[in-house]
């Protein structure tokens, strides 16, 4: 053999050489199977799905109360109706209860009757009107109307202001007075009917003094509760006067 052809052929087992050492220069990774890092084949591309956007945003919460209908209308509270001055007795009313002594219904608020403010309401009114009265004679007095939640709270604020009468704590008598309860009886008006009278009267102690009349009457109708409430000084006005007062005002409340 030529030395060339010698030549050409340790070249060709040389360029073999550096071949196969190339091929080996990375393990084979597992049960003999190439690495990722050896593999000639193309990535395949992530499987897409059709008709589904990417990034969809999350579905807004319907809340605990579930889906809202589209032009549903929105509920809220009832509220109760509005109390109305036809519910007050009026002046010439009062004047033809109790005659000749110049009865008439004045503007602002009734001044407090001597049982006190808790003598004209109960707890948690859900509205409330009062009219106030003057006579000729120096006398005074007013109606507070107050209504309720429900026939039951109006009923608990009816007993609430007759034991509030009752005891009569907020104004005492003077030192030379005394109280006493002169009337307490009921009547057949609206779904009950308390009369009640106060009189304070000068002790021994305080001759020629002068005394003071203060009838209460009290009615429950429904939700609606009615305090009259009147104070001078004598006797007041007359029972059968008062009782004829507290039938004209019950009458409103029907």
């Known amino acids: 053999m030529s030395a060339r052809v010698s030549t050409l052929v340790a070249g060709v087992a040389m360029v073999g050489l550096v071949l196969v050492a190339c091929g080996n220069d990375t393990k084979p990774a597992g049960n003999g199977a190439p690495s990722a890092g050896t593999s000639s084949l193309p990535a395949k591309p992530a499987p897409t799905r059709t008709g589904q ?3 969809t945003p999350p579905k807004p919460s319907t809340g605990p109360t579930g889906p809202q209908t589209p032009g549903a209308p929105t509920t809220s509270p009832t509220k109760p109706p509005k109390l109305t001055t036809a519910l007050l007795l009026t002046g010439p009313e009062l004047s033809k209860a109790d005659p000749n002594r110049g009865w008439a219904a004045t503007g602002g ?3 407090t009757p001597i049982c006190g403010r808790a003598s004209t309401r109960g707890d948690n009114p859900l509205g409330s009107l009062n009219r106030n009265f003057v006579s000729d004679l120096d006398a005074s007095g007013g109606q507070w109307i107050t209504r309720y939640a429900d026939a039951k709270a109006a009923r608990a604020a009816y007993d609430q202001i007759l034991k509030t009468i009752k005891s009569c704590r907020s104004a005492l008598p003077a030192p030379t007075h005394a109280r006493k309860l002169t009337e307490n009886r009921g009547l057949p ?12 009267y000068p002790l021994p102690s305080d001759p020629g003094s002068e005394d003071g009349g203060f009838p209460y009457a009290v009615t429950v109708k429904d939700k609606i509760v009615s305090v009259l409430a009147f104070g001078e000084m004598g006797k007041g006005i007359k029972p059968a006067n008062f009782e004829r007062i507290t039938r004209a005002a019950a009458a409103h409340l029907n």
């Open 53 to 55: 956007p990417v990034n």
């Open 109 to 111: 608020t009734a001044s």
């Open 189 to 200: 008006l609206g779904n009950a009917t308390q009369l009640l009278r106060w009189y304070d």
